[in-house]
């Protein structure tokens, strides 16, 4: 082959590979084109797919959200309920934001309350996954003073829900008084205060601490007869009181209101303590009216009574005077129908004696009355004598027993004043009061009230009665012993000694009672009548 077939040759199989080359190409470029077309189909037929699928979410798991959840009543956001008694509703829907054919039926919701599943407060979605929870009401248990955030949970969903809100609502609770007790077990006086203890729970039945208590009384037909303008107490840590609260200016079967109220924390309460009987006016009645005698047992009785409440004055003490001094007393106590019998010895004298009638307050006497006049006869002497007849030695009595008479006279006058000086010097001391007033002092000064006045009897009183009269108190004595002691052996006037001793005996024994500086005050008052009466001085504290 010359040079010229080869060359030839050449050229042709030349042509022949680039034509290969482009023909592969060709082919790689419609296979290309065709995968592309492929994927495209499938991926729309794919997409019309999922919007005509009735069982999407069995067959076909997306990464996408797979439905909201709507809370609609949206005037519940902001608003106060009552804990463990008022229904919190809740209403809304579950649905998928870009589908709305998709159709949410037979899913579980459940109550949420700052980020805690209530399970027993649920409902099932209904018709395009409306559902609502009629229900729920907030734990007793909550927390009234913070705001709480409500809201709604799926339970066991597809996939991510979309929860597009919440409310926030505010807890408030119920509050009640317990154990109440007030001494209603007898009238008072106007003016007198009425022990009143209890405690103030809210309707978890913890205490409520730290709160004012308020309070009014009401007559029979719940018309306000004073209501206080200031707390009459404040709780405790745990809830509870004890005060006294003073009787108002009026009479009759009485209610004492206490009252509280926090709003919008803590509701209205109040309880009404009944049957508190307070009277202003007293009077006597059915009194004794027989005659008696002189130097013998005398029984006074009658009946105190309420002017204008119309009931009976029933277990108070009661204090019988004989002309308003102390040489004939007598103390009582009136029953359940305001009936007293006392008992006491009649004056030596021959005529009328009157006797006033007095109820024991804290304040002191209230005349309750007169006992009309008593007609007193004589006590019958003894005769005395012998025989009819002339007696021997008449004579010499007639002229020696006057002289005898005279003598024995001049002689027992002389040993009673002898003995009387002797007496007079030997009581007569000077009792020092000063470091037992300093003590006093300090007593009250560091708050110990009750101690102090426990120590003015104790240690003053008894002092000076001690060094007036030689007298101490036996141990099995009490105080109204020795208020009788010292009316009928000392001859202090009751109207002075008994209001003291009441006091101090109503404070340390009677009752447990919350002594205040006022109740201080008011026995160093009723003292310095007693200690005028003992020394002609006035008891004058300068602290």
Sequence with gaps: ???????????????????????????????????????????????????????????????????????LNTEIDGNRYILGNEIVPLYGRLYHPKLPSQNYIGYTVQVMLDGVLYPSYYNITVDQGYFYILNFSLPVDTNVYVPHTINVSVLNPFDDVNYTNSFTIYGSTASYFDNVIVDNAQPYYSGESIDVSGSLLLGDDTGVSNE????????????????????????????????????????????????????PIVTYSEIDCSNIFVFQNITLTNPSTSVGVAGQEYTISGRLASVFGNFYIFNRAVTVVYNDSSSTYGLAQTDSQGRFTCMLTLPNVNGTASYQVYLNSSSGLVLAGTVPDILINAAPVTPSGGPTGQIPFADFFMVFIPIVVVIGAALAGYGYYFLKKQRKASLSTTIPLEKKISNLKILKETGRLEEALSYLFNAIFMTLIDGKYGRKKKEFETIRDFAIVSV??????????????????EIIYSRPFEMTESDFYSAIELFSRVYFDLTGYNFVLKF
């Design 1 to 71: 082959m010359n040079l010229q077939e080869r060359k030839e040759d050449n050229s042709i199989m030349s042509r022949k590979h680039s034509e290969k080359i482009k023909n592969r190409v060709k082919a790689l470029f419609l296979l290309i084109t065709i995968v592309f077309l492929i994927s495209t189909i499938y991926i729309i037929n794919f997409a019309n797919l999922n919007e005509s699928s009735i069982d999407f979410e069995k067959e076909v798991k997306p990464s996408a959200i797979w439905a909201n959840l709507d809370l």
């Design 212 to 263: 004012p208590i308020y309070a009014g009384w009401y007559d029979n037909l719940n018309n306000p007869v004073y209501i206080f303008g200031s707390p009459i107490d404040n709780t405790g840590l745990d809830g509870t009181f004890t005060t006294s609260v003073q009787t108002p200016d009026a009479s009759g079967n009485l209610t004492l209101r206490l009252s509280y109220s926090n709003p």
């Design 488 to 505: 009928k052996e000392f001859k202090m006037k009751p109207t002075v000694v008994y209001p003291f001793m009441t006091k101090v005996e």
